[in-house]
């Protein structure tokens, strides 16, 4: 239960981030009479980019040369970026999030939009405690089903000629 006046008893809801007019004293959630939390761009970054990948239909983030980076960060067995494809602009109270996104070739992209949406605004405003004013997206491809099986067999073949090639170095 919200404990808010207005709403209905027993619904769930999440929390918004709290105004100066809705605490007694004037206080935000990010700034007190004790002291000020101040939320860095790039953990609003990570928390966004996590909450959009959570949704069904999400197939990669990130416009094309992003992608191919960070590809080859995880070939050399470097961390994924988990904010790659993610933007953000953080205020005081506020935080206005933009997307690049891949989808899934058969998912209603209105659809997957909105739930993405929904998602990164609801992660973004319970773990920070900050509104989101927006969350633009933009879709940049479509994975197609069977872009997969040809870079897998692409590979194989490769370590196929690899191996029967005699080594260099004795």
Known sequence: MSGRPGTAGGAATVPRARTQESVPGGATSLVTE???????????????????????????????AARAFGSVRGMVGGDPNVSQGVSVEVGERQA????????????????????VR???????????????????????DVH?????????????????????QEPRVR
């Open 34 to 64: 004790k002291g000020t939390t101040s939320i860095d761009d790039g953990v609003v970054a990570k928390i966004a980019g996590l909450a959009a990948r959570e949704v069904s239909g999400v197939h990669a983030m990130g416009a094309g």
């Open 96 to 115: 206005a999030v933009d997307l690049d996104l891949v989808a899934e070739y058969g998912t209603a992209i209105p659809e997957l939009a909105a739930a």
């Open 118 to 140: 929904k998602n990164v605004i609801g992660a973004v405003e319970r773990m920070c405690g900050l509104e989101v004013t927006e969350v633009n997206i933009r879709v940049d």
């Open 144 to 164: 197609l089903p069977d872009q997969d099986r040809g870079r897998d067999t692409d590979r194989s073949q490769d370590r196929g000629s690899d191996a029967d």
